[in-house]
């Protein structure tokens, strides 16, 4: 579970401190730097699965436009099981920012040091935090990220496994119906929602009867998904039932569906698709494209999920139905006064008595 | 597009009390999408009469979409330090004030009232001996309830609230849910 999330000079972010806990509903008006949040979780997500440079993922277009300070600081706290890490990631630019490098890189765990890179020389520390090799490193990609893991290094692998494990994406329906691979991880956007059910339905297998039952009672006549070969890629298809519900389902491309359909089988299917692998949810807007009658089932399972299979649930929302039901229990709510930097707090400003939280905020009278 | 009407309409003072009575519906088998939860945001104002306030409507409602399909109304409110018949009576006030009939014999519509507070059986569930005017404390999690909505599934199934004696409050509770005995 992340606890606390620290950024310092990326775009609207500057000096800003997150507390999470297991349920929680960032809100506020447009602009204000909540999806800023989720971007930076992804980049950091990128950087240290070790495919990605710094150029790259921090660019120096994402530097807070009205300081002249070179360097982000980015700060992680996780939470797996006993164990607290703390992650510190130093990104210093160039004066024309053009060019960008690692100026320090520090995972601890439990107050103790695992990992520690500082001016292109990274320092490993074996499991039971004694002192391992010492080694000149590059500086544009990530030390932590490029480690293969060892039987000395399993509380340092494990930090990164633990953040992959958060799922970080607004649902958009866009996705398609083909996929040409297997994909453990869904993009931003979920795009790829097909190649990630591909690869679901392989390494879950045991999860497919619970998403296809969870749907039934969702979507119509739902029966049941299958993947057909096409060519070089795969098809996913949704059989759905006759009208009447005489005779053998009848099979739709999943891009046949309505937006709201594919968004409901998204949502659910991240749901009770990865119960059992502690996963987190980040989601953007999960509200986008449903209809009412939908969202408080959604809900419910998803925070009654929290603790029982889903790790943590941190959701982007400005439906009245998801503000009315979190808001004022696992609210943090975001603000910017004249495009300056982003505050938290997990109360609003004012507390309007006799009216709902959403209501409050359509009037603008939380603030 | 929705195939499945709600049923259950949920009215609840506080987001401990519906997470409780959600989950344990759940557990008796009603789907979840079956249930619809009106309930107090927390920390805004005075539960009761908020749900006070409510109560009226749904109860209108619950006539109206009953000529349709076999609905039911669950409305639950702490009876804080009065008694159940107390907190009961200030809903038979309420329509009364709206001219309106209350409860009617046959209506699938019940009272939930935990006396002091939900709390106070969360403990009992948690095996204690609780009595109905202490303070019990609460969970930092809603969710955290889960093994007590467990443990009073069982004591359903096994028709016998245990230790003895339980909660007068629970008691009168696990008596309104045969009204909506499916």
Redesign the interface.
């Known amino acids: 579970m992340l606890n606390r999330l620290y950024v310092d000079n990326f775009r609207c972010l500057v000096n800003f401190e997150l507390k999470l806990?297991?349920?929680n509903l960032l809100l506020g008006a447009n602009g204000t730097g909540k999806t800023t949040v989720f971007d930076v979780l992804h980049r950091l997500q990128q950087f240290l699965s070790g495919n990605a440079k710094v150029p790259d993922v921090f660019p120096g277009v994402d530097l807070t436009r009205w300081q002249s300070n070179p360097t982000q600081r980015f700060e992680l706290e996780l939470q797996a099981n006993e164990a607290n890490y703390d992650y510190a990631l130093l990104i210093e630019h160039d004066e024309d920012r053009r060019k960008a490098k690692v100026k320090s890189e520090i995972l601890t765990m439990d107050d103790k040091t695992l990992f520690d890179f500082q001016d292109g020389n990274a320092e490993l520390y074996h499991d039971d935090f004694t002192p391992g090799p010492k080694y000149p490193f590059d500086w544009t990609q990530s030390g932590l990220g490029v480690l293969q893991p060892r039987d000395d290094n399993k509380k340092l692998t494990r930090f990164r496994k633990e953040l992959q494990k958060i799922i970080v994406s607004g649902i958009h329906p866009t996705m398609d119906s083909e996929s040409r691979n297997e994909d453990s991880v869904l993009s931003p956007n979920m795009e790829n929602f097909v190649s990630w059910y591909r690869f679901l339905s392989q390494e879950h297998q045991g999860s497919m009867l619970a998403i296809f039952q969870e749907l039934k009672?969702?979507i119509?006549g739902f029966n049941s998904f299958s993947l057909k070969e096409a060519g070089e890629a795969k098809v996913l298809k949704v059989l759905l039932g006759r009208p009447g519900g005489n005779g053998k389902p009848l099979a739709y491309n999943f891009r046949e569906l309505s937006d709201g359909q594919r968004v409901l089988i998204a949502l659910y299917t991240l749901l009770f698709g990865l119960k059992e692998e502690g996963v987190s949810l980040f989601l953007d807007e999960p509200d986008n494209f449903v209809?009412l009658?939908?969202i408080?089932?959604w809900l419910?399972?998803l925070?009654?999920s929290?603790?029982?299979g889903i790790e943590q649930s941190v959701i982007i929302s400005h439906h009245p139905e998801i503000i009315?039901?979190l808001?004022?229990?696992s609210g943090r709510w975001f603000d910017r006064d004249s495009n300056g930097p982003t505050r938290v707090t997990d109360k609003p400003k004012a507390?309007v008595?006799?009216l709902?939280?959403s209501e409050s905020m359509a009037r603008g009278w939380e603030s | 597009?929705?195939?499945?009407a709600v049923l259950a309409v949920l009215l609840c003072e506080d987001?401990q009390t519906e997470?409780f009575i959600?989950?344990f519906l759940v557990k008796r088998n009603w789907?979840?999408?079956q249930i619809?939860?009106e309930?107090l945001?927390?920390?805004?104002?005075s539960g009761l009469v908020w749900v006070r306030e409510k109560f009226v409507n749904e109860l209108k409602a619950y006539r109206s979409r009953s000529a349709r399909a076999a609905t039911c109304l669950i409305v639950a409110s702490d009876a804080d330090d009065k008694t159940v018949e107390d907190r009961i009576q200030t809903f038979k006030d309420a329509c009364v004030e709206a001219t309106v009939a209350f409860r009617q014999e046959g209506e699938r519509v019940i009272f939930v009232i935990p006396r002091r507070n939900i709390e106070t059986w969360l403990a009992y569930l948690r095996g204690r001996m609780v009595n109905e005017t202490d303070a019990y404390p609460k969970y930092d999690?809603?969710?955290?309830c889960?093994d007590q909505v467990t443990m009073l599934d069982d004591l359903c199934r096994r028709q016998k609230l245990e230790p003895e004696p339980p909660p007068p409050s629970l008691a009168a509770a696990c008596s309104e849910f045969k009204r909506i005995a499916n």
Do not use: F, I, W, Y
Not at chain 2, 41 to 45: D, E, L, R, S, T
Not at chain 2, 141 to 144: L, P, R
């Open positions: 806990d297991r349920v009672s969702v119509p209809a009658r939908e408080q089932p419910t399972a925070t009654d929290c603790g029982e009315d039901h808001a004022l229990s507390q008595d006799g709902k939280p | 597009m929705s195939q499945d987001t997470c959600r989950r789907d979840r999408r619809r939860a309930t945001p927390a920390g805004k104002g999690n809603e969710s955290d889960r």
